[in-house]
């Protein structure tokens, strides 16, 4: 299994410019999420799902979109890059949703900056 | 929503002491409190995990306690060696929302 895999791994983008970063998991999770990174921020939840055709909004969701078509792939879209959004992102997903909870599985991260 | 408080930021220990790293949470309803251990450049990666029905694990020289009433958790990391040295993050999760606290920089000097 490649268990979660991110593309790209860098990206420099201008302002105003819009981009789709790519997660796909082949774990079978219901579970995904994303996160960002910043320094003395820790991973900070932008979205999650917990299945096909289900998003939610974590704590900073404003400026990105999500959707989830398929149980594997869960993009992030960034609708106009904006300076504030030059972070590392985590994709993350997990077997279990609910009350039953299990350990998240990391991709390698993007690290994005936005000039 | 949740909110993870994480302490201390940085942490610097002498080979073969013990470091200890605290959290704090806010929701009550949070279950479920894993650990994560992230080195420079890589992904966060699992070390220890603890749900809320439990009050202690450990799993070598790596140890977590819960204590509900208090909503805090801490890291407890014995026999320290350099290749701990990373930055450690916890987090807390309610339902489906996992919020991380903001990590602490273990240092372990040889």
């Known amino acids: 299994n490649a268990g979660v895999t991110q593309t790209p791994k860098f990206q420099v983008l201008k302002t105003g410019q819009s981009m789709t970063l790519q997660c796909a998991q082949d774990?079978?999770?219901?579970?995904m999420s994303w996160y960002r990174q910043d320094p003395g921020m820790g991973l900070r939840l932008i979205h999650y799902?917990?299945?096909?055709?289900?998003?939610d909004q974590g704590e900073v969701p404003n400026g990105y979109n999500v959707s989830r078509s398929t149980t594997e792939d869960f993009p992030l879209r960034l609708l106009s890059a904006a300076p504030s959004q030059t972070s590392v992102y985590f994709c993350a997903s997990s077997y279990s949703i609910g009350a039953i909870r299990s350990p998240l599985h990391f991709g390698n991260g993007t690290r994005l900056t936005v000039t | 929503g949740e909110n993870v408080e994480q302490h201390p930021s940085t942490l610097s220990v002498q080979e073969g002491d013990s470091a200890v790293i605290k959290c704090t949470y806010s929701d009550s309803a949070s279950n479920y409190f894993p650990w994560y251990k992230q080195e420079l450049g890589k992904r966060p990666q699992l070390i220890i995990d603890i749900r809320s029905n439990v009050g202690e694990k450990k799993d070598q020289r790596i140890a977590v306690t819960l204590n509900k009433t208090a909503k805090h958790f801490s890291l407890h990391i014995t026999e320290t060696q350099p290749e701990d040295s990373a930055v450690y993050f916890c987090?807390?999760?309610?339902?489906?929302?996992?919020?991380f606290g903001a990590g602490t920089r273990l240092t372990v000097k040889p």
């Open positions: 774990m079978n999770h219901e579970y």
């Open positions: 987090a807390a999760s309610v339902n489906n929302d996992m919020r």
């Open positions: 799902s917990v299945g096909a055709g289900i998003t």
